[in-house]
């Protein structure tokens, strides 16, 4: 198949190194210039996509995702009956669904796709992808996910995959500041944190999330995995859209200014387990 991937970052290029593995002829592109071994390499968004049947993204950001589809140079102008579009990127779920409305107004299909399973789950093509979109659509490209992951969920329709996704990293960052804060606490009385970590693997407390963030944790090896910037970044993704739902995200609202202080302490690059030295210094 002709895909075109655009976004070569933490998470894009192995997915699309996975995709080249496994068969597919391959063109991306990136913001700064990067290249894939087995890929073909492209100037701009719409050259990537101009003969492509998929078009998969994985960016920063909502407004990252809006200058690929439709800024100059994007996406939009080469679109065409019969291609796809996979966002799979964490991004505004009532984005999701407007980009949606133009990227079909041109006869095309949208996909919001994000995933979960970090860096390693993405050179291991071991991803979980969350999806939102029209189910013969999804089944479709089913072949395509399993190349990259080890499960593909349906969430939905348009958007119900970004709204799942932003909903599980915010258990993910609240997960890790109740373990953030006890390593603080149990720390001060004297408690060794491999320890603690032995304790929370042998009980009901133990979690994917303090599994896969320990061990990094006890060598305070904060090389990012999920840099913690892209974590704030969905961090005000989630406030953002409670606050359009109505809902509150008390928590949630105090984990952010950690943040804030993590960044401001020099952190933002690295991976938001760097959040724990922010903590012991409150």
Not at 126 to 144: H, M, R, S
């Amino acid at each position: 198949m002709k895909i075109a991937y655009l976004g070569l970052g933490i998470m894009g290029r192995p997915m699309a190194v996975n995709l080249v593995k496994a068969g597919h002829e391959v063109t991306v592109w990136n913001r700064t210039a990067k290249s894939v071994e087995g890929a073909k390499t492209a100037a701009t968004p719409a050259e990537a996509a101009k003969d492509a049947e998929v078009v998969w993204m994985c960016v920063a950001d909502t407004k990252a995702v809006e200058t690929v589809l439709f800024g100059a140079g994007g996406v939009e102008s080469v679109l065409r009956p019969g291609v796809t579009v996979i966002d799979s990127s964490t991004i505004a779920p009532k984005a999701t669904v407007e980009f949606a409305k133009r990227v079909r107004a041109k006869g095309a299909e949208f996909v919001d796709a994000p995933v979960t399973g970090s860096k390693v789950g993405a050179e291991n093509a071991q991803l979980l992808f969350i999806v939102g979109g029209p189910e013969k659509t999804v089944e479709a490209l089913d072949p395509l996910f399993r190349a990259l992951g080890k499960k593909v969920i349906r969430v939905g329709e348009t958007g119900a995959g970004e709204s799942a996704k932003i909903g599980m990293n915010l258990m993910i960052a609240s997960i890790f500041e109740g373990f953030a804060e006890a390593l603080a606490l149990t720390g001060k009385l004297g408690v060794k944190p491999e320890i603690l970590v032995e304790l929370i693997e042998n009980s009901m407390i133990r979690s994917g999330v303090t599994d896969y963030k320990s061990k990094f944790v006890l060598k305070q090896d904060w090389s990012a995995n999920f840099p913690l910037r892209l974590m704030l970044k969905d961090i005000h993704l989630m406030l953002d859209t409670a606050k359009d739902e109505g809902v509150k995200l008390p928590a949630l609202t105090e984990i952010e200014k950690v943040y804030q202080k993590a960044v401001a302490a020099g952190h933002a690059d690295d991976d938001f387990a760097s959040t724990v030295e922010t903590v012991r210094g409150l």
